[in-house]
């Protein structure tokens, strides 16, 4: 059969092949996914499509890095008992961020031996490059439950003391604060600021225009930004808080400074004006609100390459009855991007097991955030917690028990393109939701819900939080819940104005709007509620999955070159095998003979090869051809020769001369002249000009005129050697009816039959003005008055109606 027959075998087996499977199986409306796993989106009645969410998670969406380095990077620690372990563990830290990273951005492993480590302060992996890995988490059962035996196989980081005087993080990623990365967050470092053109982006759009690509390349980390207006806020009812919308309660309207949303991206490609991100916007940035605009993110520290791995955090709990509410977290991840956290067990925290800030393109894995502690109330026990600026974060096989949101998007209009894919939840106080302030594009993917505290309740939302918290309102838009089982639980699923959330395959009780009995709000998107068989099962795994099939992910670019030069043209196709894509140039919709790789090269380029190109890939059995790219061509510029240019230079004229060819004039894609002469005395009028008008000063003595033209295909010289003619005459000067007299002249000069002169105007030898006239009409004599003590050549330069220049040399006595 062959691998490519083979593959397009196995893909159809995969995914439409087994009778079970198929019987049941059923696809929504808004996603269509073939059998090669290629995916079609089709738009809902508002014209809305489900974005791409599978850019989520370690850079955008590999796996966790399984990074073992050599001994010389690994540092060991054991726990000291009945002691304060925090010098122990960071003195370990430090000395692996000592180390210079390797090509891959690694520094080294610090090792934490099975047992227990006493923390009384804060382990800090604020420097890149840095994997903490323990012996272990250890089975899930309560801290206090393990045994001698469980210690010997886990690791155990231990907090100390309890209550509101410990409003600390036992372990933080990244720098104490994540303050150091306040792209989008800060006005006054936004370098390179450029508006967007496009009118309006839609939620999963990947490019548009820009004023001005100046200054920007492919790589370049961005940010792009949405800032709030009166206008926006109006589109989207003030935050649609039922308090303002349906009274008069002002205090409750949104604010103009509560939901600037902005996006971390980076450029993947430009083309002229036109932006390509490597990861989607989540929401429609639409000009007739506000004007979205990108600047480059040039300051602050985001840290990368650092992670946690196999280990258990806990604390001493606090009371139940404990009224205060510290920020109180067993992992605090800062300003990070591309670091995770794996195979953890976190316990007994009060706000959260992870909490997220500035965190980008990370992986939270395999991860309990268990059996919170403290007062049940706002701002606690959130057991995995997106604050502000997370963004394109997966969290992948996670579980949470006994708290209330178990996961919350808390992050508001700077948090978006968050994927939590197959997550268990069990005795949930609360719905895990997007929680305050238009998050966006929040994918919630095999949810599975049990343990339920009350049939009916809430346990999943995307909706009006109403006047709940700081005036939560709408908590998120464009989002979706996905083969998500809440069991008899409810969910909340709201449209919002100006966009939409949805539902698709859910197991629930009900799935309604929250304020279901006031008819200005209605659902969202709802389809196949507790029916079986839903494909793709994951919506995420099915997204990745179809960037890793066959794609052509980089078309052949448009060139403009000069003759006589090498012209490449390449695509990038993304396929399972690369071995086996068969590529066929053609040009102008013809095949070009024997151009069958993935790059065409042309040696030497000519106008014959002027056209447009394209490329037809195929790979097992399917074909498909790049977006068409042109080649133009300029001729580079012939031998330089002047078309005019006088036998003799006399002093005292004034001469036009030109660059270019006899029979056609000047040269074609010429960008600029620029004439000069050895000698002295020559008189340039504007010597960027072609051709340049010079007038033969008295001083001007024998050089070489030299013409330097600027041209695509390069830059040339021309010159000529000049003899300048000194002989005089002064005689009357009659010229086209114009008579300039006496000559020599002593205190007067008489112009005569003065027609069709704009402007007159007397200069010396070394061509400073003495005399400068604007004639308004004809007139038939004109008298000068000459300066008195001169004598010596002057030139008289009359400007005719017609725009040329004529010059006329006299002697004054």
């Known amino acids: 059969m062959g691998l490519v027959g083979f593959v397009g075998l196995l893909f159809f087996l995969l995914f439409f092949s087994i009778p079970a499977f198929a019987q049941t199986s059923w696809q929504s409306e808004l996603v269509k996914v073939d059998g090669a796993g290629r995916i079609t989106y089709v738009k809902d009645a508002d014209g809305f499509v489900i974005p791409d969410f599978s850019h989520a998670g370690y850079k955008g969406g590999e796996p966790v890095p399984d990074y073992q380095p050599p001994a010389s990077r690994t540092e060991t620690v ?40 006493l923390i009384d302060g804060t382990i800090n992996l604020n420097v890149s490059g840095i994997v903490l890995r323990g012996a272990g988490r250890g089975r899930d059962v309560a801290t206090d439950q393990l045994t001698d035996n469980d210690l010997q196989n886990m690791t155990l980081i231990y907090r100390r003391g309890t209550g ?40 999963g759009d990947f490019s548009f225009e820009v004023q001005s690509t ?30 303002w919308v349906n009274g008069s309660d002002a205090s409750q309207k949104w604010k103009t400074s509560d939901i600037n949303i902005c996006y971390y991206r980076y450029i993947v490609r430009i083309d002229g004006n036109q932006i390509t991100l490597d990861a989607p916007v989540f929401y429609g940035l639409d000009r007739q609100y506000s004007q979205a605009y990108m600047h480059k993110i040039t300051t602050g520290t985001i840290y990368t390459n650092i992670g946690i791995e196999d280990l258990r955090v806990s604390m001493d709990r606090t009371p139940e009855s404990i009224t205060t509410t510290p920020d109180q977290n067993c992992i605090k991840m800062n300003a990070l991007e591309n670091c995770w956290a794996k195979g953890l067990h976190l316990s007994d925290f009060i706000r959260s097991g992870i909490q997220t800030e500035a965190v980008t393109r990370s992986t939270i894995e395999d991860c309990r955030a268990v059996d919170c502690s403290g007062f049940i109330t706002g701002s606690s026990q959130y057991n995995f917690n997106n604050y ?19 996961w919350i998007s808390n992050g508001c209009a700077t948090t978006s393109g968050i994927v939590v894919l197959n997550h268990t939840s069990t005795l949930a106080n609360a ?26 309740a809430n346990k999943l939302g995307f909706y009006l939080r109403d006047n709940m918290g700081t005036y939560h309102g709408w908590g998120a838009i464009f989002s979706v819940f996905w083969n998500c089982d809440v069991q008899n639980g409810s969910i909340y699923l709201d449209k919002v104005p100006t966009g939409q959330n949805y539902s698709i395959g859910s197991v629930a009780n009900t799935v309604r709007e929250y304020r279901n009995n006031d008819p200005k709000y209605t659902m ?83 106008t014959s090869d002027v056209g447009v190109y394209t490329v037809e890939v195929q790979y097992a059995g399917i074909s498909l051809e790049s977006d068409p790219a042109e080649l133009t061509i300029t001729e580079p510029l012939p031998e330089l020769q002047f078309s005019v240019f006088p036998e003799t230079f006399r002093i005292g004229k004034t001469y036009q001369i030109m660059v270019g060819d006899p029979q056609t004039g000047a040269y074609p894609n010429v960008t ?19 051709p340049v008008e010079i007038t033969v ?14 041209h695509p295909c390069g830059t040339k010289i021309l010159e000529r050697s000049i003899s300048i003619d000194r002989s005089t005459g002064y005689e009357d000067r009659e010229t086209d009816g114009i008579r300039i007299f006496p000559n020599p002249a002593n205190d007067d000069l008489r112009i005569q039959n003065i027609q069709s002169i704009k402007h007159i105007e007397i200069i010396d030898a070394s061509g400073k003005k003495i005399y400068s006239l604007p004639v308004a009409q004809d007139i038939g004599e004109l008298v000068i008055s000459l300066p008195k003590n001169i004598s010596g050549i002057y030139f008289v330069r009359l400007l005719l109606g017609s725009g040329k220049t004529k010059s006329y040399k006299f002697m004054v006595k």
């Open 78 to 117: 054991t726990p000291i008992p009945n002691a304060d372990n925090t010098n122990n563990i960071q003195q370990a830290i430090n000395k692996i961020a000592a180390l210079a990273p390797d090509a891959d951005g690694f520094r080294g492993v610090v090792r934490l031996g099975a047992g227990k480590y």
């Open 164 to 203: 509101g005087g410990l409003a600390t993080n036992v372990i933080v990623m990244g720098p104490a604060s994540a303050s150091s990365a306040t792209w989008g967050a800060d006005a006054n470092n936004e370098t390179n600021k450029v508006n967007i053109t496009t009118s309006k982006l839609m939620p």
């Open 214 to 243: 100046a200054g920007y390349a492919a790589g370049d980390a961005v940010c792009i930004k949405y800032p709030s207006t009166e206008a926006l806020l109006a589109a989207l009812w003030y935050g649609g808080n039922t308090n």
């Open 388 to 406: 502000h600026r997370s963004q394109l974060i997966l969290f992948k096989n996670c579980f949470s028990r006994n708290g209330r949101h178990h």
């Open 431 to 456: 719905a895990s939701e997007g929680h305050r302030y238009l998050s966006q594009g929040i994918l919630i993917d095999g949810w599975k819900e049990t343990g339920a505290y009350a049939n009916n």
């Open 524 to 606: 969202g998107y709802n389809e196949g509620q507790n029916k079986p068989g839903l494909f793709p099962k994951s919506l995420y795994e099915a997204q990745l999955n179809a960037r890793k099939i066959f794609a052509i992910t980089e078309n052949p670019q448009n060139v403009h070159t000069c003759a006589n030069t090498a012209v490449q043209l390449s695509v990038t196709v993304q396929s399972p095998d690369p071995n086996v894509v068969t590529y066929r140039w053609k040009k102008d919709g013809n095949y070009i003979k024997d151009a069958t790789q993935r790059t065409l090269t042309i040696n030497r380029a000519t």
């Open 672 to 690: 600029d002249y620029f004439w000069d002469y050895t000698g002295t005395g020559m008189i340039f009028a504007v010597r960027t000009e072609n």
């Open 697 to 710: 000063g008295s001083n001007a003595t024998d050089g070489i005129l030299r013409a330097k033209v600027n």
